[in-house]
T-cell receptor
Framework: EDQVTQSPEALRLQEGESSSLNCSYTVSGLRGLFWYRQDPGKGPEFLFT???AGEEKEKERLKATLTKKESFLHITAPKPEDSATYLC?????????????FGTGTRLKVLA | EAQVTQNPRYLITVTGKKLTVTCSQN?????MSWYRQDPGLGLRQIYYSMNVEVTDKGDVPEGYKVSRKEKRNFPLILESPSPNQTSLYFC???????????FGSGTRLTVV
């Protein structure tokens, strides 16, 4: 069964304390892996797409990496405004259909 | 401003009373999708559409209908809502099959 698991469920960091969020996946026919940020009461906001193992993408303090089994979202020197829930999703192709499967997210709190 | 617009933002209804949640995008995107978000379960795909008149089931399609008669609109229809459809619903669109999605602000539905 296709599955996406994110860890940890919640993470508290001090401002400036770097860390990584994990997204492990078990899917057949991976077509892409996506990272989103979701603020309370809002829809997810797209951050990155990764298509193949070894690929990396960066945006400000965020860097996403991909291996054949998992992806990491590295947060360097985070600020309080980075506090949000970070969601990972994979797009899998099975029998010609494309499904988008989300993990349950990591709630990040950055303390000033 | 490029956006996905959902209406209404909040809706309380009674069991069995048909309802429609509208979704419109102004980015000329071909791909659109509906999700529901529930605590502990994350975002789950209900239906998606690859183009006008082309739709397919996601992971949790039971109890829902969709239509795509125009490129910009993708309404979600609940013919006979039940309390287990109480949830936060998001519409999203993308310009490519393997792209990240732009999400709407969400519709919080309560069925009593």
């Amino acid at each position: 069964e296709d599955q996406v698991t994110q860890s940890p469920e919640a993470l508290r960091l001090q401002e400036g304390e770097s860390s990584s969020l994990n997204c492990s996946y078990t899917v057949s026919g991976l077509r892409g892996l996506f990272w989103y940020r979701q603020d309370p009461g809002k829809g997810p906001e797209f951050l990155f797409t990764l298509y193949s193992a070894g690929e990396e993408k960066e945006k400000e303090r965020l860097k996403a990496t991909l291996t054949k089994k998992e992806s990491f979202l590295h947060i360097t020197a985070p600020k309080p405004e980075d506090s949000a829930t970070y969601l990972c999703a994979v797009q899998a192709s099975t029998s010609g259909t494309y499904k988008y499967i989300f993990g349950t997210g990591t709630r990040l709190k950055v303390l000033a | 401003e490029a956006q996905v617009t959902q209406n209404p933002r909040y809706l309380i209804t009674v069991t069995g009373k048909k309802l429609t949640v509208t979704c419109s995008q102004n980015m000329n995107h071909e791909y659109m999708s509906w999700y529901r978000q529930d605590p502990g379960l994350g975002l789950r795909q209900i239906y998606y559409s690859m183009n006008v008149e082309v739709t397919d089931k996601g992971d949790v399609p039971e109890g829902y209908k969709v239509s795509r008669k125009e490129k910009r609109n993708f309404p979600l229809i609940l013919e006979s809502p039940s309390p287990n459809q109480t949830s936060l619903y998001f519409c999203a669109s993308s310009f490519m099959r393997l792209g990240g999605y732009t999400f709407g602000s969400g519709t919080r539905l309560t069925v009593v």
